[in-house]
């Protein structure tokens, strides 16, 4: 349920959701929304997660039912296990084919959000400070623009050094870069 609802958020949109991925349309559309596309795997594999989560609370008061080594209710056990390993198996191959195999990512807007985002100036403490990276932070989430152009406009560093210090894959590695 987790991964299908993550998948579902990463897919919202295009205008006002997160748009960081993008499902294959497998349906004409949404019933009542003309031109919208369903995530309809992870909502299928939502609704397998849930079927599951209620076949395991039968399993779990079944299983409490026993007295000391008799359970008359040993066969709803076994029958509700057995469903959950096929609806799990069945479901689970369903969004690796359909889902997770074949979207695509929106690298646009991953890059866009990612130049916004105030975490880039902590990259910025150890040379301006972190009052100044503060400001620069402020700054840019107010006016809407990326942190290296506010940096770039507040602070002495040039892009090619601001460039190499909010870098995001190196910032990734751990220490300064420099």
Request: zero cysteines.
């Amino acid at each position: 349920m987790k991964i299908a609802n993550d998948l579902r958020w990463m897919n919202s949109g295009p205008l006002a959701g997160f748009g960081e991925i993008e499902l294959v349309a497998l349906q004409p559309g949404s019933s009542i929304m003309p031109g919208k596309v369903n995530p309809v795997i992870p909502e299928a594999t939502a609704m397998v997660a849930a079927q599951v989560i209620g076949n395991d609370a039968t399993i779990t008061v079944a299983g409490q039912a026993g007295t000391f080594q008799l359970n008359v209710m040993l066969p709803v056990i076994a029958y509700n296990i057995l469903q959950n390993i096929e609806l799990i198996g069945n479901i689970s191959q369903v969004l690796a084919d359909k889902a997770l195999a074949t979207f695509t990512v929106r690298e646009d807007n991953l890059q866009q959000a990612l130049s916004k985002n105030p975490i880039l100036v902590t990259a910025l403490n150890p040379i301006i400070g972190y009052e100044k990276a503060a400001q620069v932070a402020k700054a840019a989430y107010k006016q809407g623009q990326p942190i290296i152009d506010v940096a770039l406009e507040m602070t002495g560093l040039s892009r090619e050094e601001l460039e190499k210090l909010l870098n995001p894959k190196a910032l990734t590695k751990g220490g300064v870069s420099r």
